[in-house]
């Protein structure tokens, strides 16, 4: 596979700089004191099955219905470049364009930040483009991760990482040693499982991080309501490569079935890092639950349907410079699809194509430097009685500088 000449641009620049950070929030990306940090992340992968991983697909789960992603080869898994800016004590900006594969550059983060401290609690306020609150395990797990493929359970979720346009408001404080935060946000929901015209779509988050003598922890849940309207799934029969976009739900819907009506998110995570024991163990559940219409050219039906994904992962760095880790991944859904034309639609839908789906990887990394890491993954993806085992080599290098007024 090819890669494109602006993901080699920003591999790159990271090959040729010195320390790092990926795939940060605003709070992370924007400096603390008045100036700019800039950060720049890449990882280009080279990964070997015999066949296409059973999960590239995903067919039956309703989300975009196209042919997914073939990590077979050499392509660049994710790179980001990122710059923060910050105007004074109150005001900060954050932008962050990345591109993955053969696709084209696409914006990440492009965030304005007002923020401000109290003895009780701290507070920030943000509005443009995000990755809406979810938790630290839930949000950085994928692109730049210490797994390369993303978790099953994200890209049922959102099709990969949650990206929206919209407003989100944090508060912050610390009770009987507990650092505790709340983020509450409006969302345009425009991506997915959003369709393609806009509503307001609320999210919450509440998280808890402490620490203690043997190590430190955090917990996190988030839930999010959507209103999609006109969200376009590519019926099992249609051709279409690997898309950030979901197709049109146009008045011939040609290749096409449209869902309407509401979709709910909801995840829970927690992690532990010991001290003594240098040992990080990470789990995450997460949940899309939808009811709402599901047509097509042939039929209409009110549809109903419960997909659950999840993981845990533990990662034990026995040395400075190695680490070695394992991951195991669930996913499933329950489904149901009643009225004129019902059974037409759900074999266009896929769902005759379901089946649960696993993954399990282990995972050894080498620091070669300050910015740069080595890792070697071996694992399978299961579906019912096919399984395909993989073997992937991973090169991830990271860089971020600040620069004072």
């Known amino acids: 596979m090819q890669i494109p000449l602006s993901s080699v641009a920003l591999a790159f620049a990271a090959l040729t700089s010195s320390v790092a950070l990926a795939h940060t929030d605003a709070n992370e990306a924007i400096p603390d004191s008045a100036g700019v940090k800039a950060s720049i992340a890449a990882a280009i992968t080279c990964l070997s ?6 999960s590239q697909a995903m067919p039956g789960y309703l989300i975009k219905g196209d042919a997914g992603i073939d990590h077979r080869g050499t392509q660049l898994e994710h790179g980001v470049a990122q710059l923060g800016y910050r105007l004074n004590q109150m005001f900060g900006a954050q932008l962050a364009v990345g591109a993955h594969g053969t696709d084209p550059l696409h914006v990440e983060a492009a965030w304005l ?8 609690v701290d507070w920030t306020l943000g509005a ?6 979810l ?3 839930m949000t950085r797990s994928g692109h730049l991760d210490r797994f390369g493929l993303m978790p099953l359970a994200k890209q049922m979720m959102a099709d990969g990482d949650w990206i929206e346009d919209g407003l989100e408001a944090s508060l912050k404080r610390q009770a009987a040693g507990v650092d505790w935060t709340l983020d509450a946000g409006i969302w345009r929901g425009r991506s997915f499982p959003g369709g393609a015209k806009d509503s307001v779509n609320p999210s919450v988050h509440l998280g808890a991080t402490g620490h203690q003598d043997a190590g430190e922890w955090a917990v996190d849940a ?7 309207e006109q969200r376009g799934t590519r019926t099992y029969s249609a051709t279409g490569a690997h898309t950030h976009a979901a197709p049109v739900c146009d008045v011939n819907l040609n ?9 709910r998110l909801t995840g829970v995570s927690a992690q532990w890092e010991g001290r003594n024991l240098p040992v990080t163990l990470t789990g995450a559940v997460l949940w899309r639950t939808e009811s709402g219409s599901l047509g097509s050219r042939n039929g209409l039906g009110q549809y109903s349907g419960r997909n659950r ?3 845990l992962q533990a990662v034990w760095q026995f040395s400075p410079v190695w680490e070695a880790g394992a991951r195991l991944e669930r996913l499933k859904t329950d489904q149901s699809l009643v009225g004129g034309g019902a059974s037409w639609v759900a074999s266009e839908a896929g769902f005759g194509h379901y089946s649960p789906l696993q993954r399990q990887t282990l995972m050894a ?19 019912n009685s096919v399984s395909v085992r993989f073997v992937a080599l991973r090169l991830v290098v990271q860089w971020d500088k600040g620069f004072s007024k």
């Open 365 to 383: 990394g080498y620091k070669l430097s300050p910015w740069a890491d080595l890792r070697l993954e071996a694992g399978r993806d299961e579906v």
């Open 128 to 133: 443009g483009r995000q990755r809406p609150s």
């Open 255 to 263: 290749g096409v079935v449209c869902f309407d009506g509401r979709s």
């Open 309 to 311: 994904g999840e993981w």
């Open 135 to 137: 938790g630290k395990v």
């Open 49 to 54: 099955a015999r066949d296409k991983l059973p």
């Open 222 to 228: 988030f839930a999010a309501q959507l209103k999609p």
């Open 113 to 120: 930040q007002a923020r401000g401290y109290s003895p009780a």
